[in-house]
């Protein structure tokens, strides 16, 4: 089975340029809409913090009724800060009920990221590439069981570019 995130951004938000926060359509293998998420954070964090920015994201279903809850808090990745590659993320699901968590690792200046049970357990690795074909288009994500290193889904960023009209951060992702 495969699922399709789309991003675009809100209407209220093309008139003023500026984002506040981001809406995701999530599809299934059939192009039918599953989910809906929105992205809520910090203007100036999102503009920029980037990367390192502190959002929520809430996963709603048809019925627009959150069933996940995902919360990154601000994490500083300068030099001068003892966090540096300490990035994490809370999941809730149901929202309050605290089900796991995202921590980063960073190896080498590459980041992996780890995916943990509610207990902190480590239950998937998600490996980041470290180089991707040239001009592909494309980069590719795995994620893979920690005791056994068994690949149990791919990523596949479909990269759009700096040279299209469409907004940045405007990206294709297709989970399989």
């Not at 984002?19 to 039918?32: C, M, P, W």
């Not at 200046?109 to 690795?125: A, H, K, Q, S």
């Not at 068994?150 to 907004?167: A, D, L, N, R, S």
Request: hydrophobic residues 30%.
């Amino acid at each position: 089975d495969k699922l399709n995130s789309w991003s675009f951004l809100p209407l209220d938000e093309t008139s003023s340029c500026c984002t506040a926060h981001n809406v995701f359509t999530l599809k299934d293998s059939y192009g039918q809409q599953a989910y809906c998420a929105v992205e809520t954070g910090n203007f100036l964090q999102m503009t920029l913090c980037s990367g390192m920015r502190s959002f929520d994201l809430s996963i709603r279903d048809n019925s627009n009724r959150e069933v996940i809850h995902l919360d990154r808090p601000f994490r500083c990745e300068a030099p001068c800060c003892c966090q540096s590659c300490s990035q994490w993320m809370d999941i809730q699901a149901p929202p309050g009920k605290h089900v796991g968590s995202i921590t980063q690792n960073c190896y080498c200046c590459i980041p992996t990221f780890n995916i943990n049970d509610e207990n902190g357990n480590v239950l998937y690795i998600f490996d980041t590439p470290i180089i991707n074909g040239p001009n592909t288009g494309f980069i590719h994500y795995k994620v893979m069981k920690s005791e056994d290193s068994e690949i149990v889904c791919e990523v596949v960023k479909q990269y759009q570019g700096y040279h299209t009209p469409k907004p940045p951060n405007r990206d294709t992702y297709t989970v399989t």
